[in-house]
């Protein structure tokens, strides 16, 4: 009945916004019909959710309900602030984004708060595709920037990424994006560290995007939300920090992952004010402004106790370097993640497909984890893991994992 | 520079979205160049904003701090939600929503959580909007309803309100509606006590748009934000309560306004659980959930303390008479809300256009109203007033407002 009343373009929209294996949404799947699929008991052990990281294990910065609390008592300026948010925070936050950054950021035009940084990508793809529009899609890369270019009516152009080869190696290629630029490509939107491997792209290939972007004018929004957790060794290049910038630049970070604030649902974005501006715009009839209390919590952001963020990252890097381990003494081909928490074994040939696999982790072994294709359309030889979870736990659950790849192997 | 990089269609949907009269917003305004339009100086008074309610006069529900805190304090279950929203507020909320509107809401599948009452809309539109569909909205009505039509491609048919004559005169334009429906008109969406004039629908409007949905298979979405505030003497009537309803039904609510929760963000939604689907598949590209910790705040709702509803819709009521004894006293015309506390003063023919008399307003008296126009594009002789504010500033706000009128009459 619902669909005689609604045309069909509706109908295959919603279709593509299917998000049943999409991180968080397991609890909504039926399990049982994988007893005839299964083989063998069940694997105990504490469960483990990689879907996202734990913050559980990981707590939110200290003192970030007092930061609240602070917000709240401050009542009606803090409630209803402008859309892009609080002036007052705004003017914190652009010194310490332009600090991290190593270029201006500009408090009153350049910067908008947002409902995370999923509310950051919602609003900048919503102010730069419409109908037609060309985007450039990393594959793999997180899985919600295919949606949105699809639900805003643009057409994705892949671009693969290589991320399994000698670091030096891995990154974009650059063949197939400067093709897509030729061919109309007006938008590039891709996450760094890149979301599900957990690699960092290198300051050669960010300067290359960031001249091919320049050369063909089109507009570039780089998701950054890991970009502080930066492990021992490597190094992290803004791509607005360029000397060449494409004139049309959007940066997104967030506090939710390496500060483990995503119960505040809070995130920024930052760049050329003209799509600040209809970001605003579109802010103001989708949730009108990031939650107003909550905005009072960027404040904790930048500003952790000393050695917090420090000791945050070692303990990350030891479970990263634990399970790295566990995965590859069982060959299963993995990147080394060099910022983040986003892991991404490969898997060998299984007797079942990857969905059901995925399902079997969850039913069979108390595993919870993502499936490659929401992260690729094509790719379903893997699976990410959200390692921000108890160290222990995460090792066991991955050795779990292993055995779970060795029973249904082919 | 921009403008060559995206397409035509892009700028348009922007302009469509044009925030600067927006409630709230009015800080982005330049005002110096109104000294030269100014008559007279300015008038002596406590700053007084009816943009929106003011949440330091009428507080938020008590103890809603506290609320917050508990499911801070649960962690990581209450930071990551399913995208519709924690089941256990889902399964507390659906009884009470059940039992305010008299009939049966299923927690699983015929409710969602969304950022706000802003963000429920977006979503219900967002899912059953698309590109041409025809879409009938009342006016005046609620400004953002009229943007996220045209923002998801849809067409507004307008459907003209009565709600300056009796009150068993006031409602919908029927003719107009039926002739909607008659011409492939697939939605209504309308507020109900109405936003701007404050007018409740009566029981036999509100059946009588039920069937003629139900007739042309149409989806209604009935933003009912307002209706737990109603005042002595008048009677509310549930759509989804109706003996013929419509099949495809969202109501929307929240407790940003009588509660004074807005700082939160939270809204409901609910009804035909197939659109709900939808709703949460948007949630999930959009901002993944309504902010978890915040989600806990929902208990409060429809457990306030024991004639705490009852005390604040006293003294709302007590403000809005002693307005509209301020407002009809100097021959203003204004239609007696009858639920929430917006008030639509018409004003007489002004020497100044209604966006400069507005912005003088702010100026020259210290008083933030929204012109008519944001309501129904057409209408330019009136303002609307969120009278939930401190009871002596309001009233003498409203003194300076009909001051001013007297200055800048024709």
Known sequence: ??????????????????????????????????????????????????????????????????????????GGSQAYTEYRGALSVREILAKRLEK????????????????????????????????????????????????????????????????????????????TLEKAF???TKVLVFSNPNNPTGIVYSEEVINKIA???????????????????????????????CKVRPKNLITIMGPSKTESLSGYRLGVAFGTSKIIDRMERLQAIVSLRAAGYNQAVFKTWF??????????IEQHEAIRDELLEVFRGANLKTATPQAGSYLFPKLPALSVDLNTFVRLLRY???????????????????????????????????????????????
């Not at 039926?30 to 879907?51: H, I, T």
């Not at 972007?213 to 890991?226: E, G």
């Not at 500003?303 to 945050?312: D, T, Y």
């Open 100 to 175: 991290f950054t190593n270029t201006p950021v500009l408090p009153d035009s350049e910067l908008i708060l947002t409902p995370g940084t999923q509310g950051a990508l919602f609003l900048a793809l919503g102010a730069t595709v419409a109908s037609g529009t060309k985007v450039a899609i990393v594959e793999p890369d997180y899985f919600a920037n295919r949606k949105l270019v699809k639900f805003f009516g643009g057409e994705v152009v892949p671009v693969p990424l290589c991320y399994l080869g000698e670091p030096s190696e891995n990154g974009l290629n650059f063949n």
């Open 364 to 410: 069979q072994a108390n595993v919870t984890v993502t499936p490659a294709s929401e992260f690729a359309p094509h790719l379903n030889d893997s699976i990410r893991l959200n390692f921000s979870q108890d160290h222990d736990a995460a090792i066991e659950a991955a050795k779990r994992i292993v055995k779970m790849v060795e029973i249904y192997a082919l």
């Open 211 to 241: 001249v091919l972007a320049n050369k063909y004018n089109a507009t570039v929004i780089v998701d950054q939300l890991y970009s502080r957790m930066l492990y021992n060794g490597e190094i992290y290049a803004h791509l607005r920090a």
């Open 303 to 312: 500003n952790e106790p000393k050695g917090w963020l420090e000791n945050r």
């Open 1 to 74: 009945m619902f669909d005689n009343c609604v045309n069909k373009s509706l109908e295959a929209k919603f279709e593509a916004l299917e998000a049943d294996n999409a991180p968080g949404q397991e609890v909504r799947q039926d399990l049982g019909v994988l007893e005839n699929v299964m083989r063998g008991g069940k694997l105990k052990g504490v469960p483990v959710d990689f879907s996202h990281g734990d913050v559980n294990a990981f707590t939110p910065t200290p003192d970030s309900e007092n930061y609240w609390l602070e917000g709240f008592k401050q």
């Open 182 to 184: 030729k061919n109309d």
